[in-house]
């Protein structure tokens, strides 16, 4: 089964800073992929980036870029010139497929919580 | 424009009711999924129905029942709610899947949040 291990709860950064929020994971499958989820304070999940298994360069969006170490089994994101708006719960998630059916589902980790200070 | 979205957004009944959430997407996906949110903010999933068609139930107790009337709406119904069923229940849909590298992301609705007392 897979699993995703967030072992940061909560995480402080100054405005305009990066911030580095760590995500490892543990599969046996060779094919994967690994997203990134935001949830703010009003409680909808918002999707960021994502990043395949098989992709040789790290994904960005904008402000959000994915440091894949795929040896070490991490997908860290990275955010760069934190805003105010930034604060919020973000979750890694692994996605896991159900070949019968096509069928697919997000195993998730426990989140954590990026508060931005002035 | 919604893509995805669930009512109601907040939900507060007694132990022992029934009650019903609905989905509906406009994205034209084949997938849809029922996750729950607990106080603690984990997040796993229920259900996943694919073109109306169960295809993951993830030991969800029988109390609860999806239903897919057709592929773009995926309602929950929960029987004699408990106390345990507090949580934010989200909905969610993505194209079908080619693969586990598929980089379709799913979209999530808003949540629901169910508060039981």
């Known amino acids: 089964a897979q699993k995703i291990t967030q072992t940061q709860p909560g995480m402080f950064v100054q405005e305009k800073e990066a911030v580095t929020l760590d995500c490892t994971y543990d599969?046996?499958?060779?094919?994967?992929?690994l997203f990134w989820y935001k949830q703010p304070s009003s409680g909808e999940m918002i999707f960021l980036i994502y990043?395949?298994?098989?992709?040789?360069q790290n994904a960005t969006e904008g402000r959000y870029s994915l440091n894949f170490q795929k040896a070490r089994k991490s997908a860290n994101l990275v955010i760069s010139a934190s805003q105010l708006g930034d604060s919020a719960m973000y979750f890694c998630?692994?996605?896991?497929?159900?070949?019968?059916?096509?069928?697919?589902?997000?195993?998730f980790g426990t989140g954590t919580q990026l508060k931005v200070e002035l | 424009d919604t893509a995805v979205s669930q009512t109601p957004k907040y939900l507060v009944t007694q132990m022992g009711n029934d009650k019903s959430i609905k989905c509906e997407q406009n994205?034209?996906?084949?997938?849809m999924y029922w996750y729950k949110q607990d106080s603690k903010k984990f997040l796993k999933i229920m259900f996943s129905?694919?073109?109306?068609?169960?295809?993951i139930n993830e030991t969800v107790p029988n109390r609860f029942s999806p239903k897919s009337p057709d592929k773009a709406h995926l309602n929950l119904h929960i029987n004699s709610l408990e106390l345990g069923d507090s949580a934010v229940y989200f909905c969610?849909?993505?194209?079908?899947?080619?693969?586990?590298?598929?980089?379709?992301?799913?979209?999530f609705g808003d949540g629901t949040r169910l508060s039981i007392l």
């Open positions: 994205l034209g996906h084949d997938t």
């Open positions: 969610a849909s993505s194209p079908r899947s080619t693969g586990p590298g598929g980089n379709q992301p799913q979209h």
């Open positions: 998630a692994m996605r896991e497929v159900y070949f019968t059916g096509g069928g697919n589902k997000l195993t």
């Open positions: 990043q395949g298994s098989y992709d040789e």
């Open positions: 599969t046996s499958d060779q094919s994967y992929g």
């Open positions: 129905y694919n073109n109306k068609e169960l295809i």
